[in-house]
C-alpha cells in the first residue's frame, strides 16, 4: 500500500465550514452512541457527546503497522509470564511487601482462591498495549501493558466512523471532496468487534467444554441452556456507552447475551453450585466473568469487594481476567522485562517480532537496593526532568512527574520506594487538532497515545495458548499541558488516525 511520505497539515476551514463541521459531528456522535456520562456531580443523568478531536491526528503508518505486527507477540508474552507461575508470584509476593494495599490484597485474594480450589485452569485476557509516537526516533515506545478492564475499544470504533463519515462526506475538503484521499489513511478500529470476539472465545471453550449446544437452526431463539457473559462494573460508570458498544457486538455476532452486575453486589446476587463449580446470575450460567472494574483500591470499599473477587476466582467461569492475568500487568513486571535476560527466559527466540517488540521499551528502572536501583535513585534526584515515577496502579491520575519526583521520595519511607518503578519520559509530538468538548471548542496542542488491543486464551497452568488475536486499536489524545491522558478521567479526548 503506498502513502504518502510526508503528512498534510489539517484541514484549513473557515469558520463558518468549522461551524458546518461541528454540527455535523454532533449529530453523527449522538446518532451512532458516541457518548460518556458527564462527571459527578450529575446534574442531571444525561449521558454527553464523549470530548472528541475535530480531526484524525497524523501518526506513521509504518510505526501503526509495526504496533500491530507485534500485538500477537506481546500476548504470547505475557501468556507466559503468567503460565510461568514460580517467577511470576516470587516477583509479585515480594511486591506485595511494597505495596499491601492493593498488589498485595490481590495476591491474598489469589492465596484465598487457590486454598478454596481454582476450578477453571482456562482464562482470558483482554489486554491494551499502549504506545506514544516519540519524537527523538520517529519509532513507537511503549507506556504500558494493561491486562485489566481496558477500555475505549467500544468507542473507538465509533470515532473511527465518524471521522471517516466526515472525510466521505466531503466536510474536511474545499467544494465537498475527500480530504483524505483512502480508506486507509483514515482506518477505523474493529475493536468492538473484535474485542466481543475474544470474549467468544471463552464463551466457546466453556460451552465446548461443558458440552453446551449454542447453535440453532435459522430463525430459531437462542436455547435457554446458553451461558451468558457477566460484566462486572463499578457502580458509577460514566463509560457505559464504551462497555455496550462490545456487549451489542458480542449479541450480534454471535447472539450471546450479557448481564451487567456491579462489583459491590456480587456476593449477594450470584449463586454457585458447590458440586460443580459452575457460576450462576439471575438463572443463567455464566462461563466468562468479563471485569470492567476491579483495578483500583478504591473500588474495594467493603470485604464484600473482596470476598466478591475470591468467589468469582474459584468457579468454573473463565475469568477476563483471572487474578495472576491481572498482575502480570504490574508495572513491576514491565519493567523487569526490560531486563534482556529476563525476556530471553519467555522469548528466546530473537526473531524479527522479538526485536520490533523489545525495540518499544525505554529505559525503566527499579526503585530497590539493587546496584540499578541505587543509580534509579541518584538519577531521580539529579535529573528528575527525564523521568516520570510510577507506583502499582491503573486508572491514571497516580503516577509523579519530573520536578515532583524528589519532593515526593524525600516525604515517602524509603522501605516503601520498592513499590515504584522510574520510567524514562516519552516526548511525543504535539498537533493542533482542536477538541470539541461538552460543545466547547477547545485549541491547544495535543499529545497522543496509540493503544492496541488483543484478546488471548490461554490455560494457567500448561501455558498452552488457545487462540491470540489482534483485537484493533485506539488513538486517545490530550492537551500537552496536562500529565495523565484519561478520557473518562477528564483531561482527554478521543481520537482517530490519519496515517501517512
Ligand atoms: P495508568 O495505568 O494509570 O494508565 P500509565 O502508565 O498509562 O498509567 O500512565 C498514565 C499516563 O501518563 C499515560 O497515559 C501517559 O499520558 C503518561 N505517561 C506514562 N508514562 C509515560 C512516559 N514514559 N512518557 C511520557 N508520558 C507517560
Ligand atoms: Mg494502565
Ligand atoms: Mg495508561
Same mark, same amino acid.
Given at each position: 500500500m503506498s502513502t504518502p511520505s510526508q503528512s498534510k497539515p489539517f484541514p484549513k476551514l473557515t469558520s463558518k465550514e468549522e461551524q458546518h463541521l461541528i454540527n455535523e459531528l454532533t449529530h453523527h456522535a449522538l446518532s451512532q452512541g458516541l457518548l460518556i456520562y458527564p462527571p459527578a456531580?450529575? @446534574? &442531571?443523568y444525561h449521558p454527553i457527546q464523549a470530548p472528541v478531536t475535530l480531526y484524525p491526528t497524523p501518526f506513521p503508518s509504518k510505526e501503526f503497522e509495526k504496533a500491530v505486527s507485534i500485538s500477537t507477540k506481546f500476548n504470547e508474552l505475557y501468556a507466559k509470564v503468567v503460565s510461568e507461575r514460580k517467577w511470576l508470584i516470587e516477583v509479585i509476593s515480594k511486591l506485595s511487601q511494597f505495596d499491601a494495599d492493593f498488589t498485595g490484597k490481590l495476591y491474598e485474594s489469589y492465596k484465598t482462591a487457590l486454598a478454596n480450589g481454582i476450578h477453571q485452569p482456562v482464562s482470558l485476557a483482554l489486554i491494551r498495549s499502549d504506545y506514544m509516537l516519540d519524537t527523538a526516533t520517529n519509532q513507537i515506545k511503549q507506556i504500558e501493558f494493561n491486562t485489566v478492564s481496558v477500555s475505549f475499544g467500544g468507542l473507538s470504533t465509533k470515532v473511527g466512523e465518524l471521522h471517516s463519515f466526515l472525510n466521505e462526506n466531503g466536510l474536511y475538503g474545499s467544494n465537498g471532496s475527500r480530504y483524505y484521499e483512502t480508506a486507509y489513511e483514515v482506518p477505523v478500529s474493529d475493536s468492538a468487534k473484535l474485542l466481543a470476539k475474544g470474549l467468544y472465545h471463552g464463551v466457546s471453550y466453556y460451552e465446548s467444554s461443558q458440552k453446551i449446544k449454542r447453535k440453532t437452526a435459522k430463525g430459531e431463539s437462542i436455547p435457554s441452556t446458553a451461558t451468558i457473559v457477566l460484566m462486572v462494573i463499578q457502580p458509577g460508570e460514566r463509560n457505559v456507552f464504551d462497555q455496550r458498544a462490545v456487549e451489542y457486538a458480542l449479541f450480534q455476532n454471535y447472539g450471546v447475551r450479557t448481564k451487567r452486575v456491579e462489583l459491590p453486589s456480587v456476593t449477594s446476587q450470584v449463586k454457585v453450585d458447590p458440586e460443580t463449580h459452575k457460576l450462576y446470575y439471575d438463572g443463567d450460567e455464566v462461563s466468562v466473568v468479563y471485569y470492567r472494574s476491579a483495578y483500583a483500591p478504591s473500588e474495594f470499599t467493603s470485604s464484600e469487594t473482596w470476598d466478591a473477587r475470591v468467589v468469582l476466582e474459584s468457579t468454573l467461569a473463565v475469568k477476563c481476567p483471572s487474578l495472576l492475568t491481572q498482575l502480570s500487568g504490574a508495572k513491576k513486571i514491565q519493567q523487569l522485562l526490560t531486563d534482556e535476560s529476563i525476556l530471553n527466559k519467555f522469548l528466546p527466540v530473537k526473531d524479527e517480532l522479538r526485536t520490533n517488540l523489545q525495540s518499544t521499551f525505554v529505559k525503566i528502572y527499579p526503585m530497590d537496593d539493587s546496584e540499578l536501583g541505587l543509580k534509579a535513585a541518584k538519577l531521580a534526584f539529579e535529573q528528575p526532568e527525564n523521568f516520570v515515577l510510577k507506583p502499582?496502579? @491503573?486508572? *491514571?491520575? &497516580?503516577n509523579i512527574y519530573k520536578e515532583d519526583i524528589p519532593k515526593f521520595l524525600k516525604n515517602l519511607p524509603k522501605k516503601e520506594w520498592a513499590g515504584y518503578i522510574l520510567m524514562e519520559l516519552i516526548h511525543p509530538p504535539v498537533f493542533e487538532n482542536p477538541i470539541l468538548k461538552t460543545g466547547e471548542v477547545i485549541k491547544e496542542g495535543l499529545v497522543s497515545e496509540l493503544g492496541v488491543f488483543g484478546a488471548y486464551l490461554f490455560? @494457567?497452568?500448561? *501455558?498452552?495458548?488457545?487462540a491470540n488475536d489482534y483485537s484493533g486499536h485506539l488513538l486517545r489524545s490530550k492537551t500537552q499541558s496536562s500529565n495523565e491522558g484519561g478520557v473518562a478521567a477528564g483531561f482527554g479526548c478521543v481520537d482517530s488516525l490519519y496515517l501517512y
Open positions: 456531580p450529575f @446534574e &442531571n502499582q496502579r @491503573e486508572g *491514571g491520575g &497516580n490455560d @494457567e497452568q500448561s *501455558g498452552k495458548v488457545l
